[in-house]
């Protein structure tokens, strides 16, 4: 997150940031989600936990997460796949596609994920009707 938001964020009175904290499991009923599991660790010290919600929004993290790539496609410095040609969702192996945060390093969003996803769809089918 940028310095700006993670300060609001910060300073925000009704968020508590959990540091050292996984979550487990997401737990509900048919009417939705009602807590979550979260394991703690506060040194060499691990703890579980019980967090009551009702929503939760769950992020990766912006490592792309593409070592089973690793060999078969050409992938930049950081990890992520590179993408030939420009603009298409070709990768450097034939008939291997790539879209969303393993092959986007500067906007890693959901929304231009499921963009991409869909030009890939397409793209594959082109490939596949050749």
Excluded: C, M
């Excluded at 691990?46 to 089973?68: C, E, K, M, W, Y």
Aim: net charge negative.
């Amino acid at each position: 997150a940028s310095r700006i938001l993670a300060e609001k964020v910060l300073n925000h009175s009704s968020i508590t940031v959990l540091w050292n904290t996984e979550v487990q499991a997401f737990r509900g009923e048919e009417e939705g989600l009602t807590h979550l599991e979260l394991k703690r660790k506060e040194g060499s010290t691990t703890s579980s936990q019980r967090l009551d919600v009702s929503a939760a929004f769950v992020a990766i993290g912006h490592n792309p997460q593409t070592a089973f790539l690793k060999g078969h496609v050409d992938l930049d410095a950081t990890g992520y796949v590179i993408l030939p040609g420009g603009g298409g969702t070709a990768t450097s192996a034939t008939g291997v596609f790539a879209a969303g945060d393993i092959a986007d390093s500067v906007y890693r969003q959901a929304i231009t994920a499921s963009g991409t996803g869909a030009q890939a769809a397409l793209d594959v089918e082109r490939y596949l009707n050749r």
